[in-house]
């Protein structure tokens, strides 16, 4: 599963770039060959201060160019008019100057996460299926799930879209406790889509009839991003990684 990162720009009209912009965030965009495009097709300026301003111009787009081509990877930019059946995580429009992850789930296409919150999501969403995945399977008295980073620093409070109560820790981890005073099976028309990174729980909770289950589960987080994307878009470094989640449930 993967993401792909996107940041909202403002619609961008070239007859109100100069030349020497319109040359230096090419050369930014593009690299090397449209460098020299640009040098070829340049107009002839009489010599003088808008010579030496437009070469200026030029030199610091070809040296923006290079430190571009140092660097494997970059976040794609979407002009705001080109973005209107995009929505974000809460179903508002997205906003310019605002960088977005796409959601991993190829039926939710037109679904972006801003970026700094979509590890958040992501669990919140990995949590709930869990939860309805158990529910759906046996008669649970109980339910408590714990998220940590198996990485060392800091993590995000969860943020949860669903109806049962959710806390999250202030350092490393996730956490859901759930009680029911009268357990019954909720039996779900579609499988949870984060289901298929739990292949044990779904194990462990197949043909179960009475008594209690624990099992731990590691979880790549990264979906494709790597530390300089994750910084650009200001993801937490300690994301990208892997999540152990300890699931325990009793039921009867």
């Known amino acids: 599963m993967h993401t792909k990162l996107i940041e909202i720009v403002p619609d961008i009209t070239v007859t109100e770039e100069n030349w020497a912009d319109w040359a230096t965030r090419n050369v930014k965009e593009n690299g090397w060959k449209v460098a020299g495009a640009a040098v070829v097709a340049a107009p002839v300026i009489p010599v003088g201060v808008g010579a030496i301003a437009v070469g200026a111009g030029l030199v610091s787009g070809i040296q923006n160019g ?61 949590i709930a299926d869990l939860v309805s995945f158990i529910r759906g399977s046996v008669r649970a008295v109980s339910i ?12 995000g409070g969860l943020l949860s879209r669903f109806s049962f109560k959710a806390e999250g820790s202030v350092a490393k981890h996730h956490s859901v406790e759930l009680h029911y005073d009268d357990p019954e099976i909720l039996p779900s028309t579609e499988r949870p889509y984060w289901l298929c990174l739990f292949p044990e729980v779904v194990a462990a909770f197949r043909g179960a009839q009475k008594g209690s289950i624990k099992r731990s589960v590691s979880v790549d987080t990264t979906f494709g991003l790597n530390s300089s994307l994750a910084e650009q878009a200001g993801i937490d470094f300690d994301w990208l990684g892997r999540q152990k989640f300890n699931v325990e449930a009793r039921f009867m």
């Open 66 to 126: 290079v430190a571009w081509m140092r660097g494997s990877e970059k976040i794609d930019k979407l002009e705001f008019s080109k973005s209107e059946d995009l929505r974000d995580e809460h179903g508002m429009p997205v906003q310019i100057n605002r960088i977005y992850a796409f959601h991993p789930d190829e039926a939710r296409q037109k679904l972006v996460i801003i970026a700094s919150e979509f590890h958040n999501v992501v669990i919140s969403e990995q």
């Open 144 to 155: 408590y799930i714990t998220v940590e980073s198996e990485r060392k620093g800091k993590v």
